[in-house]
């Protein structure tokens, strides 16, 4: 790992500026300060695959923070204690991604890895935050077909047309009113702060240490901003823009970025001679498997396969959306040269991935679409976004204009019940990044916005890796030890660092 200083450029991106976090005795975070701590009532919840000694628990907070006492909710949260109590430091929370993702999943799947990494200096926590896993859901009663991943996300039709899809996110944002109630509207990275620090309380903890990732890095970003007295050790990994005025809008713009950062490494290997054993190779030359995977999306288009599932066909949207997919990690790669491989086969029919192959349940749906639009306010004409598209499918003819285009948060009713958070280089240097040069989801130039808003707060290492989530996710072994280091020591590096892969 290679040290680098701040460039001229960077200084200048360096932001200083003042909260955003609403004053004064009525704020939802005074209420949630003033109301006395809940008690966890923990019991066994090991899973096969997991940490033997997890642990879960319902923590009950207000489904609404400005009325501390009116309905409650309970929610999903999890431990593992540290294995060796005598080396024991802290607590170290594990802030899922998403929107969507379940902290308690996160730590059966991480858990055992991270305690070996602390070597039992943390008890390991996290949540399922509202609408997720355990904790309660919000519907929006969306029909199967709005609940399609690649209808869910707005791909502009073969023409570049987005008529349909306005018509199908104003159906949405209807559904969502007309059905998610209270429960809906409270799905929003403010009160899942909250919930975080109601969390913290109730364990009994001055202070978190954390482990974000991906919207879970924004989530810790916010709660670092507002609460940075409660805060240890804190690490961002695959961080997005966190422009206020924008938040998920940017994020979903990035993506064509990212896309275009991380679709060579797929065409090396899928042109690497390797493959020609393997019956993936797609092309002899790597500068030919992009003109070959956009030629056959344009076919589907015009002429969509049968796949094996009955009633979804393979179309150029469901193969664009697949490649979006194959890109967050290297593993990916075979099954999406693979399904391209059979829909260009008239004798095959394509198996189509998981999470094409069918919707998505409503309550996934419901907290997919509520947080992002919940949040901020989404600016916007229908031929404002018809303008963005016909211009982002040139510029980015991966992503096809879907980055750019009209979603449901364009029609939301409901105007945010908080002011997003500007992130600011005051509070204690306790941040640590971590981003892969390559992400197809949260690019290096969006993270990079973060660094600068961060200032002096956090140190950054990039890796010089394709996929999404760098730590303990891709085998870079510098950029684990940086992380592990940092946790384990309090020590980051003296000034941003690379990782070479």
């Known amino acids: 790992m290679r040290t680098y200083g701040k460039s001229a450029a960077f200084v200048a991106l360096s932001v200083t500026a003042v909260a955003t976090a609403l004053t004064g005795a009525a704020t939802p975070q005074a209420v949630a300060s003033a109301n006395p701590a809940p008690a966890l009532s923990w019991r066994s919840c090991a899973q096969d695959g997991g940490p033997a000694g997890q642990e879960c628990a319902e923590l009950p907070v207000p489904l609404d923070y400005r009325d501390p006492d009116g309905p409650q909710l309970s929610l999903a949260v999890t431990r593992v204690r540290s294995d060796r109590p005598a080396a024991r430091r802290g607590t170290l929370m594990v802030i899922p991604g998403g929107p969507g993702s379940s902290g308690v999943q996160r730590v059966t799947q991480k858990g055992e890895r991270l305690q070996r990494e602390t070597e039992g200096r943390y008890d390991i926590v996290s949540l399922d935050p509202r609408g997720v896993g355990g904790s309660p859901k919000a519907s929006c009663g969306l029909a199967p077909e709005d609940r399609e991943m690649v209808n869910l996300r707005s791909w502009p039709g073969a023409d570049g047309s987005i008529t349909e899809n306005v018509t199908r996110s104003r159906r949405v944002a209807e559904a969502c009113a007309r059905n998610g109630g209270a429960m809906l509207r409270s799905l929003t990275t403010a009160n899942e702060v909250r919930d975080i620090d109601r969390f913290r309380q109730a364990l009994g903890e001055e202070k978190l240490s954390a482990w974000g990732s991906s919207y879970g890095t924004y989530v810790g970003a916010v709660y670092a901003q507002k609460y940075p007295q409660h805060t240890d050790r804190w690490v961002l990994d695959s961080s997005g823009d966190p422009d206020p005025s924008r938040v998920a809008k940017g994020w979903l713009a990035n993506m064509a970025v990212g896309a275009a950062d991380r679709f060579p490494d797929f065409a090396h290997w899928a042109s690497d001679p390797a493959r020609e054993a393997e019956g993936l190779r797609l ?16 076919r589907l288009d015009r002429e969509p396969r049968q796949s094996t599932t009955p009633g979804i066909p393979l179309t150029g949207n469901r193969l664009r959306q697949a490649v979006q997919l194959a890109l967050y990690d290297d593993d990916a790669f075979a099954g999406l040269a693979g399904l391209v491989r059979a829909a260009g086969d008239p004798s095959v029919k394509p198996v189509l991935p998981a999470a094409l192959s069918g919707p998505m349940p409503d309550a996934d749906a419901a907290v997919t679409v509520g947080v992002i639009c919940n949040d901020v306010r989404w600016q ?112 980051r590096p003296a000034r941003d660092a690379y990782c070479a892969d």
Request: include cysteine.
């Open 380 to 491: 916007g004409t229908v031929s404002s976004y018809a303008r963005a598209v016909a211009a982002d499918r040139v510029k980015y003819p991966l992503t096809a204009g879907m980055t750019a285009n009209i979603t449901p948060c364009t029609f939301w009713k409901d105007e945010p019940a908080d002011r997003p958070t500007r992130i600011t280089d005051e509070g204690p240097s306790n941040v640590l990044m971590i981003q892969g040069l390559r992400d197809p989801s949260t690019p290096y130039s969006g993270a990079l916005k973060m660094r600068a808003a961060f200032g002096d707060r956090a140190r950054l290492v990039a890796v010089d890796h394709g996929g999404h989530g760098m730590y303990l996710g891709h085998g870079n072994a510098c950029g684990d030890r940086a992380v592990t280091t940092f946790l384990n020591t309090g020590t």
């Open 283 to 298: 092309a002899q030359r790597a500068e030919d498997v992009q003109p070959l995977v956009l030629d056959l999306a344009a």
